[in-house]
Nanobody, 124 residues
């Protein structure tokens, strides 16, 4: 049974940082691209960041480029999202997801496995 479990969310002041983790089990982690998405109340789930299987290629949504960093540790079956310079517009539930696509993938429909999400709230 595949499980993706996010952690590291919480409440932070504007300008602060958080590091999200996504622990994977039940799959061969190194064979999956990993992505992060987020969903704010009343909005569509949007793409945040993605990493290819080895982590050699990454890609970011325009709203987080230069502030967020995706990484992964295949030995620990874990993906990370370092979030810096947070602002209230970053408030959302953050989800990690796994895809079998071998290239950079930003479309949520192409992700097969999803975590339950972790809440990030940024106060002004």
């Amino acid at each position: 049974q595949v499980q993706l479990v996010e952690s590291g969310g919480g409440l932070v002041q504007a300008g602060g940082s958080l590091r999200l983790s996504c622990a994977a089990s039940g799959l061969t982690f190194s064979l999956y691209g990993m992505g992060w998405f987020r969903q704010a109340p009343g909005k569509e789930r949007e793409f945040v960041a993605t990493s290819t299987r080895s982590g050699s290629s990454t890609y970011y949504g325009d709203s987080v480029k230069g502030r967020f960093t995706i990484s992964r540790d295949n030995a620990k079956n874990t993906a990370y999202l370092q979030m810096d310079s947070l602002n209230p517009e970053d408030t959302a539930v953050y989800y990690c997801a796994a895809t079998t696509y071998p290239t950079i993938e930003t479309i949520k429909a192409n992700y097969y496995y999803w975590g339950q999400g972790t809440q990030v709230t940024v106060s002004s």
